[in-house]
C-alpha cells in the first residue's frame, strides 16, 4: 500500500510538472542613456522587443516601407523611413507602426498614418475580433521627436512610456 501512495504522489508530481509548462523567462533589453542622434533607428528595435514581451496575438510583421506599401496600399514617397511591428489581423490587433517623413512632408506622413488606421478600423468593423475594432478607432497618432507613432495596441499608456524610455529625443 505503501507502494502505491509512493507512485501515485510521484505521478502527481510529474503530471503537474508536465502541466505547469518550462517556459523560459527572457530579461528585457536595458535601454541606453547615452544615445544624442535622433530619427536614426536607434532603440528602436529594443523598445519593440520590450513592448511585443508579453503580447501573444500571432501573425506579427516588421514594419517597413515596403511592408507598409503592400500590406495597406499607401504610397510610402514622404517617408524616409519606417520602424515597428503590426499584425496581419487573422488574430486580433498589436500594432505600433513608426515613420521618419521627409523634410516638408509631416502632413503626408500624417495622412498616411490616418490612412493606416482607417483601413485598419474598416477591416475590424464587419470583423471584431478580440477588441481589434475598438483599438483601431482609438488608434493614436502622435510625434516623438522626429517619428511620427500610430498606436492601435492595448495599453497605449504604457507602450507610449517605453518608447520614450528606449528612444532618444
Known sequence: MRKLIIVVASLLVVVLLILQGFQQ????PEPENNR??????????????AIYFDVTILGVKKATLESLQSDFGVETSCLSAAYGRYTDG???I?????????PGQETAARDLLLTIRNSRTALFTNYDIYGASELAENGVIYTLGDYYVLLMIKDTDHVRELLEQYIPV
Open 25 to 28: 523567462t527572457y530579461p528585457l
Open 36 to 49: 544624442t542622434s535622433t530619427a536614426t533607428g536607434e532603440g528602436i528595435e529594443d523598445a519593440m522587443d
Open 90 to 92: 487573422r488574430f486580433g
Open 94 to 102: 498589436a500594432d505600433v507602426i513608426m515613420v521618419v517623413p521627409k
